[in-house]
Nanobody, 115 residues
Framework: QVHLVESGGGLVQPGGSLTLTCSAS????????WGWYRQTPGRERELVAL???????EYAASVKGRFTISRDNSMNIIFLQMNSLKPEDTALYYC?????????WGQGTQVTVSS
């Protein structure tokens, strides 16, 4: 079974930057899509950024122009570069990878944006 582990979260000042990393324990064959989601208490998990095998990229309107998703295929790593962070970005961030038959999730990494 594939395991995903997020890292890179922490406390950052408004306007600052963070890079989140999602490491997979092994290659996900026939990967279809990969992405980052975030969740705050009492709210549903929302899609932040999504990449597909076909080369498409989608971003939530609230982060467009500030966040960038990328993937290192050979290293089984997914990145989320976050710039110009706002207090509203505070959340638990999860990475996700979708294969042909399975959907994998990490345990999350906390991002807190505060002065």
């Amino acid at each position: 079974q594939v395991h995903l582990v997020e890292s890179g979260g922490g406390l950052v000042q408004p306007g600052g930057s963070l890079t989140l990393t999602c490491s997979a324990s092994e290659t996900i064959f026939n990967i279809i899509a990969w992405g980052w989601y975030r969740q705050t208490p009492g709210r549903e998990r929302e899609l932040v950024a999504l990449g597909t095998r076909g080369g498409n990229t989608e971003y939530a309107a609230s982060v467009k122009g500030r966040f960038t998703i990328s993937r290192d295929n050979s290293m089984n790593i997914i990145f989320l570069q976050m710039n110009s962070l706002k207090p509203e970005d505070t959340a638990l961030y999860y990475c996700n990878a979708r294969g042909q038959f399975s959907d994998y999730w990490g345990q999350g990494t906390q991002v807190t944006v505060s002065s």
